[in-house]
C-alpha cells in the first residue's frame, strides 16, 4: 500500500506524474463505448492450426504491440470489449515506486487487466523494449502459451529512439521538414500564445535516424519472429498505423521526416503482405488513423493546434472520434471477425476519411489564417485539447476526487 494525494506535474507536452484512478476511469469508458458497439457475435471460429491447437471457436486472439497508450490501448480494448478477444500486450511503462507514480501506461493497462480478469478473457503483458531480441522472445512465448496463435497483429508502437538489435546503434527520430526550412503556425503550450516556429530542415543522419525508429524495419522483425515461431493463424491480418493529414500539415509531418518514416513503413506493409499471402494466406495494411491527442502527437510542432481547430470543427458536425471510436470502427469495419477490409488504391485502410473529407477541411483552411493568440480560445476547442491531454494522465477526469489520497501502486 502506497497512498498519495497527486497532482499533475506538466511541461509543454510532458507530464511527469499520473493518477492511477483517472487512468482507470478513462479504460472503463472505452470499454463503455465499445461494449456499446458490439454488434457481432463475442467469439471467432477459428480454424485448428497445423500443430492442432484450436481454438474451437474460441475468441478473436489479438497481439497489440504498443499497447498501454493511445490506438494501441483503444484497439486492445475494442477487440477486448466486442468479440471478448484474448490479447497479449505489448508496452515499455514505468511502474509506482512506493507513492512515486507509474507511468499512465502502466495504469491503463491494470485497469485493462482488471476488466479482462473480471470478465473471463485471456490477457497477458509484456512490459520492455519492444524493438529487443529478448522482448520479440518473451511475447512468442507469451503468445504461444496463452494464446497458441495470433489472428490479428496491431502495430502501434510511437517512439522517440529505438536501438538495433543486432548493431547496437541507437536511431533517434526528429521531427523536422525535409530539404528547407518550414515556419509555421503553432501553439506554445507553456505559455499558451499562438507563435511561428521555424524549423531546420533534417540532416541525412535525421532521416536516417527517424526512419530507423518509425519506418518498418522493426514491424517485419516481429513478423518474422512471428512467422518462425508458427504462431501467425490462417488468414492473419497485420496492421500497422500511419498518418496523412491535411496539407497544412505536410511540411512538417508528410512531407517531412516522420513522413519518410511512415513512407518506409507503408512500403514495409506491402512486403509483408506478400509474404503472409504466400504463408498463411494472411493479409498486412496499414490503417491511416484521423489526429488524436495522445502523448506522442503532442510533441509534433503545428499539431497540437491543428487537432484543437480539427475537434471543433468534427464536434460541431457531429463527426468527432476519439481512438476508441476509431478501433471499434477498425474491427467493425474491416479486421474483426468476418469483416473484409475496404481499401484505398494503395491497400491502406481509410480511418482518416472522416478528418480528410472536404467540407472540414475547408473550414480548417480558411480558419487557419485568422487565428492569433488573441481569438484561439474562441476559433478552436484548445481546451478540450487541453483537458484531453491532463485526461491521457488521469487527471481532470469526470469524478474523481483529486484532493484525496489514492493507491498507487497496481498490478498487471
Ligand atoms: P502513444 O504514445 O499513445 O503510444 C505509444 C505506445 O508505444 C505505448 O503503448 C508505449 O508504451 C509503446 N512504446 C513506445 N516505445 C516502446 C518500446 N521501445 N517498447 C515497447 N513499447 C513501446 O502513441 P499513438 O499516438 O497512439 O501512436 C501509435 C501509432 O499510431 C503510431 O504509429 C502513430 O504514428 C500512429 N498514429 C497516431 C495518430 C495521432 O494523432 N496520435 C494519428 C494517426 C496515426
Partial sequence: MAMAVVKPRIRGFICTTAHPAGCEANVNTQIQVARAARTAPAVQAAPADQAGRQNGGGPLRVLVIGASTGYGLAARIAAGAMYGAGTVGVFFEREASGTKSGTPGFYNTAAFQRYATENGLISANVNGDAYSHEIKRKTVELVESRLGEVDVVIYSLASPKRTDPDTGEIYQSVLSPIGETYVGKTIDL??????????????????????????????????????????????????????????????????????????????????????????????????????????????????????????????????????????????????????????????RIRLDDLELGASVQREIDEVWPTITTDNFRALTDYDTYKRGFRQLFGFEVDGMAYDEPVEMEAVI
Fill in 190 to 347: 507553456n505559455r499558451e500564445v499562438i507563435s511561428e516556429v521555424s524549423v531546420e530542415p533534417a540532416s541525412d543522419e535525421g532521416i536516417r535516424g527517424t526512419v530507423g525508429v518509425m519506418g518498418g524495419d522493426d514491424l517485419n522483425r516481429w513478423i518474422e519472429a512471428l512467422l518462425e515461431a508458427g504462431l501467425l493463424a490462417d488468414g492473419a491480418r497485420v496492421v500497422p498505423f500511419s498518418y496523412i493529414g491535411p496539407s497544412l500539415t505536410w511540411p512538417i509531418y508528410r512531407s517531412g521526416t516522420i513522413g519518410r518514416a511512415k513512407e518506409d513503413l507503408e512500403q514495409t506493409t506491402k512486403t509483408i503482405n506478400g509474404r503472409l499471402q504466400s504463408t498463411v494466406g494472411g493479409r498486412a495494411l496499414v490503417s491511416v488513423n484521423k489526429a488524436v491527442i495522445t502523448q506522442a502527437s503532442a510533441a509534433i510542432p503545428v499539431v497540437p493546434l491543428y487537432i484543437s481547430l480539427l475537434y471543433r470543427i468534427m464536434r460541431e458536425r457531429g463527426l468527432h472520434e476519439d481512438p476508441i471510436h476509431q478501433m471499434v470502427r477498425l474491427f467493425d469495419d474491416h479486421i474483426g471477425p468476418g469483416g473484409t477490409p475496404s481499401v484505398d488504391g494503395e491497400d
